[in-house]
């Protein structure tokens, strides 16, 4: 099993969080991974990139130009990795930001996914990273929903505990969109 | 029978490298009296820079550590933390510490590093051949101010022990000469008080000694003494800038 | 089985350093190796330890230097511009035989340069850097695990040899994040420094020095240096070999690149290429024999570096005269992504050198 991923954003949006998400869990199965995080200049405001290799054997590259997925959070997002995505590879991207138009590729799946939407109807807009994370771990089957509920308790900090049951619940909701086709 | 007059244990009996008429021999001199009198030879480590200084450890029977050219407060720095019940000095002509190492000795003293330090100013780059330094002084010919030093070209001289003065973590700051057997005996105060300074962890100390290079000055050491009075003390004038009493800093 | 914490490269390194009883770190700030003061300057204090914010590079390595001296196990880090201020203090540290410990996490160069991923520092710390007939031992990690032991094995080398020790990592090392054991996979060695200035009590006094003006001092001293570099060449390479058994082309390469290689290795072949590679660990003590010995059977090399060609000399010293040798380098700014290296290999089985 080998399989990479790109997630893309602006600061805040959570990329970081969802990102350690999935590594985190890859490592608790036994996986062997490499997080490779890239932040624009500002810290706040500015780009956050995180490219992400899950793998059983040993790990070469930890970069990639053609990753197998892109979650894509805003349209400078799309606008750098989609032509990136590996031929019959992934495209999750937040359409809540995101022309649909721009998914405009016909070798790839594109998932077009309402986040800050879908986050909003579940009470708050900072949970659009945990409707793409459901709506990856949906498509990819890499990862189960048990495997993150696992450590969802040792990636949150604090004084965000109790935002655990939102979080699951919206990696839930991104599950389901994704199962139904629903775009 | 007694002895009156004896070379200190603190000094070896090995025939100075220094030119006949050079004050370095007895700061020399001082330094090892004042650590035979304090009783800090055996726990002392002596840090030359480089120049007519960096054969230090001929002359001392104590560890010594070479330092690069204006390095040995950072040296001593690293030196101190690492063994802090131990005696750390650094010594340094004017080139290495006035010019190369201003950045280091600035920040030593402002790090209040427990550290002390001897300044040997004779106005010039001795071991090289006798260049200006930045404590040549205004007029002086020198083999790179053959015209005099020249303030429009060349700045004035510098003067460290007013400037280290002025930094919070300075313990003690002075300056002393070594021209006459009275301003020899300042001078011995002032060396045992800066080692005391350290004993009693108060912080950075400086001794600055206006000291003669006859040969670089071409003159006779007679003479070289006689300009030390005349022409470096009114510009440099002696003196303790700072002196701590108590652990008084912040 | 100890278990592995998913840690960042910096991070790795830092805490090698303190598992290697590194007590003492002066630096002063450079991206892209932030990381690492920032947790030493946490965490050394918890541990007694000293952590100085120095003035410059240059104070830094001076204030290794005196603590070196000491005999305590002291570090600096850095990148670019801040090594080679300290390039003069790493001289005097490899003329008095003092031990240290210098990282440096590479930005780009000449000048200012960005803070891409690079490995324009091979030359700079493998072959000198520092004034003088002097060997760095130079160690180049190729991941966070890497970073981890290989920290705490520069300061065991440093100590064994009296030697400085630079770990070099272009930032792709440095920043990106693994899952690593943060516990030392064997006891770490503490070897004896009968040499260390400590005050002289009880014994002789004690010098450490890099001036001989004596007839004949210097040169025997260079030539003990010699033998010493001489020893650490023939006792102390490491270098990771894959598939070379069958290999018609072997990559050389290190750190990120040889990463990148083992990927495009593992594309080629699937489609049948037979490649190997070879990724020295040790820059110095460089694998030589180990090169010399596979491009004989193999007969093709292909170096991969983020640079303009920097260890490809060495290889090509290293090599069987009648082994024909590609290089393919991007110096920082660029990156050599793995379809890239895939094209590289082709064209190498198929042309020869270029």
């Known amino acids: 099993m080998y399989y990479d991923v790109i997630m893309a954003g602006f600061g805040g949006q959570g990329i970081q969080t969802i990102s350690q998400i999935v590594a985190l869990a890859a490592i608790r199965r036994g996986l062997n991974v490499t997080f490779l995080p890239s932040y624009g200049v500002e810290k706040r405001g500015g780009r956050t990139n995180v490219t992400l290799v899950i793998a059983d054997e040993e790990i070469g590259s930890m970069v990639t130009n053609h990753p197998r997925c892109v979650i894509a959070m805003d349209t400078i997002a799309v606008d750098k990795y989609r032509d990136q995505v590996a031929r019959k590879g992934l495209l999750i991207a937040n359409t809540s930001l995101v022309p649909e138009s721009m998914l405009d590729r016909n070798d790839i799946t594109p998932l077009a996914l309402k986040c800050n939407d879908e986050a909003l109807a579940l009470g708050s807009v900072k949970l659009s990273n945990m409707i793409a994370l459901g709506a990856f771990l949906q498509k990819t089957k890499i990862l189960g929903f048990d495997d993150v509920e696992a450590v969802m308790d040792e990636v949150t900090p604090e004084r965000l505990k109790h935002t655990i049951p939102a979080n699951l619940e919206a990696i839930r909701r991104g599950m389901e969109i994704a199962g139904n086709g629903t775009v | ?250 | ?354």
């Not at chain 2, 100390?205 to 003494?225: D, G, I, Y």
């Not at chain 3, 030493?40 to 830094?60: D, H, M, Q, V, W």
């Not at chain 3, 694998?287 to 292909?302: D, R, V």
């Open chain 3, 1 to 354: 089985m100890t278990e592995k914490k998913l840690t960042k490269g910096n991070i790795a390194l830092a805490e090698g350093a303190i598992q290697a009883g590194c007590r003492y770190y002066f630096g002063y700030p450079i991206t892209p190796q932030n990381d690492i003061p920032e947790y030493l300057a946490r965490n050394l204090p918890k541990c007694g330890g000293t952590f100085i914010p120095a003035e410059s590079e240059i104070a830094s390595i001076n204030m290794v230097m005196g603590a070196s001296a000491s005999g305590k196990r002291a570090m600096t880090s850095s990148s670019g511009p801040g090594i080679s201020l300290m390039q003069e203090g790493i001289s005097y540290l490899a003329g008095s035989e003092m031990p240290a410990v210098i990282v440096n996490i590479m930005r780009c160069g000449p000048g200012l340069g960005g803070i891409a991923p690079t490995q324009g520092d091979y030359n700079q710390a493998v072959h000198g850097g520092g004034h003088g007939d002097y060997r760095n031992i130079v160690l180049a990690p190729g991941s966070v695990q890497e970073m981890f032991d290989l920290t705490i094995k520069a300061f065991e080398l440093a100590d064994k040899y009296r030697n400085p020790t630079m770990i070099i990592a272009d930032a792709m090392i440095g920043q990106f994040q693994e899952p690593c054991r943060l516990v030392p996979e064997k006891p770490v060695e503490f070897p004896e420094k009968p040499w260390a200035l400590t005050g002289r009590r009880g014994r002789e006094p004690r010098l450490l020095k890099s001036l001989y003006l004596g007839d004949y001092e210097q040169e025997e001293h260079n030539l003990l240096l010699k033998q010493k570099y001489d020893e650490i060449q023939e006792k102390e390479v490491m270098v990771e070999m894959q598939r070379l058994d069958d290999a018609e082309l072997i990559i050389i390469a290190f750190g990120t690149p040889a990463r990148v290689a083992k990927t495009a290795i593992s594309m080629a072949r699937e489609e049948g290429l037979k490649v190997g590679l070879i990724r020295p660990i040790t820059l110095f003590p460089f694998p030589t024999k180990q090169i010399y010995e596979h491009s004989k059977k193999a007969g093709k090399l292909l170096v991969v570096e983020m640079n303009t060609g920097q260890m490809v000399r060495d290889v090509r010293i290293a090599a069987h005269r009648d082994a024909s040798i590609s290089f393919y380098g991007r110096p920082g700014g660029g990156f050599p992504f793995p379809d890239d290296v895939l094209a590289e290999i082709k064209k190498a089985l198929d042309g020869g050198p270029r």
């Open chain 2, 1 to 250: 029978m007694n002895a009156i007059f004896k070379r200190p244990d603190s000094l070896t009996d090995a025939p100075t490298h220094f030119c006949p008429g050079c004050t370095h021999g007895i700061a020399h001199r001082l330094i090892a009296e004042a650590m035979d009198e304090l009783g800090i030879t055996d726990r002392t480590i002596g840090i030359p820079g480089v120049g007519c200084c960096v054969f230090l450890y001929r002359y001392f029977p104590i560890d010594a550590l070479e330092a690069p050219h204006g390095r040995a407060p950072a040296c001593a720095t690293g030196m101190k933390r690492a063994q802090p019940e131990n005696i750390i000095f650094a010594y340094q002509g004017d080139g290495d510490m006035a010019a190369i190492g201003t950045s280091e000795i600035i920040h030593a003293a402002n790090r209040g590093e427990n550290i002390t330090v001897f300044f040997i100013n004779n106005s010039v780059y001795g071991m090289t051949g006798g260049q200006m330094a930045p404590t040549t002084l205004l007029g002086q010919q020198t083999t790179t101010s053959p015209y005099g030093r020249d303030f429009n070209t060349e700045g004035y001289p510098i003067k460290m022990a007013e400037m280290l003065a002025t930094l919070e973590g300075v313990a003690y700051s002075t300056r002393v000469a070594l021209h006459s057997p009275k301003h020899v005996n300042q001078a011995k105060r002032a060396i045992r008080k800066a080692f005391e300074m350290q004993i009693n962890e108060m912080g950075f100390s400086m001794v600055e000694m206006l000291s003669t290079c006859n040969t670089n000055w071409r003159v006779t050491p007679l003479e070289a003494l006689q300009m030390i009075e005349r022409e470096m003390i009114p510009y440099f004038p002696l003196g303790v800038f700072k002196e701590r009493t108590g652990k008084d800093f912040l």
